[in-house]
C-alpha cells in the first residue's frame, strides 16, 4: 500500500487570489440570485483539481462542500462549490443576502487522494476520506489543527462525520484515504 501523500502541485500566489476572488463572487451572485462570474483566463485555473469552498461567520462554519475528484478545472470546481457551499449544504440554511456582510469564504485545492494507513496519518497535513460500504466521511487538513486533535481523534472525527463507530479507522473493511491541500484563507465575501 502507497501511504505517501503527494503535496499538491502548488498554484502562483496570483492564481490563488483569483480563485478566492471568484469564490468570493460566486458566493454573492448566488445568494443574491445574479448572474454568476465567469472563470478568469489564467492558465493555471483549466487544470484539473479537487477543491473545497468554505463558508464561516464569525470562526464559525456556515456551509462546506466540495468535490474531491480531479475531473474538471479548478477554476470551474471553485464556481461549482461556491453555489454549493452557499445554498446546498444540508446541514444549514442557504445562505441570505443579510448575511453576506460577515461571510468569510476558504478556498482547498486538493491533491489526489492515496490510500493511507491510520499510522501514517499527520493531523495538519493530511485530509482524511473514510469509506465503508454506502458510508463516506471528509475532513479537510485544517480540521485537525482548529480542533487540536491529535492522530486518534483526528481519525475518530472523520469516522463520525461518515456516521460510522468512532473507531470504524480500525476495522480491515474500513478503507481511509489521505490528500493534501492548498489553502487560500477565508475573507469576507464581496458584496458589490
Do not use: Y
Request: proline content about 10%.
Amino acid at each position: 500500500m502507497n501511504s505517501t501523500v503527494a503535496e499538491p502541485a502548488l498554484l502562483s500566489p496570483e492564481a490563488l487570489q483569483s480563485l478566492l476572488d471568484l469564490a468570493r463572487a460566486t458566493v454573492a451572485a448566488a445568494v443574491k440570485g445574479e448572474r454568476l462570474p465567469p472563470v478568469p483566463e489564467l492558465p493555471e485555473l483549466r487544470a484539473p483539481r479537487g477543491v473545497f469552498v468554505s463558508l464561516h461567520v464569525e470562526g464559525d462554519l456556515r456551509g462546506c462542500l466540495g468535490h474531491i475528484e480531479p475531473d474538471q478545472s479548478v477554476g470551474e470546481a471553485v464556481r461549482r462549490m461556491a453555489v454549493a457551499s452557499s445554498r446546498d449544504d444540508p446541514r444549514f440554511p442557504p445562505v441570505g443576502p443579510d448575511e453576506l456582510e460577515g461571510l468569510e469564504v476558504e478556498v482547498s485545492v486538493l491533491s489526489p487522494t492515496v490510500r493511507i494507513r491510520p499510522e501514517d496519518v499527520v493531523p495538519g497535513r493530511d485530509g482524511l476520506i473514510v469509506q465503508r460500504g454506502p458510508r463516506t466521511g471528509v475532513l479537510l487538513p485544517q480540521v485537525a489543527t482548529e480542533q487540536g486533535w491529535d492522530r486518534t481523534a483526528f481519525l475518530r472525527g472523520v469516522c463520525q462525520k461518515a456516521l460510522l463507530p468512532a473507531d470504524a479507522w480500525r476495522d480491515g473493511a474500513t478503507e481511509l484515504f489521505a490528500f493534501r491541500a492548498q489553502v487560500v484563507p477565508a475573507r469576507p465575501a464581496a458584496r458589490d
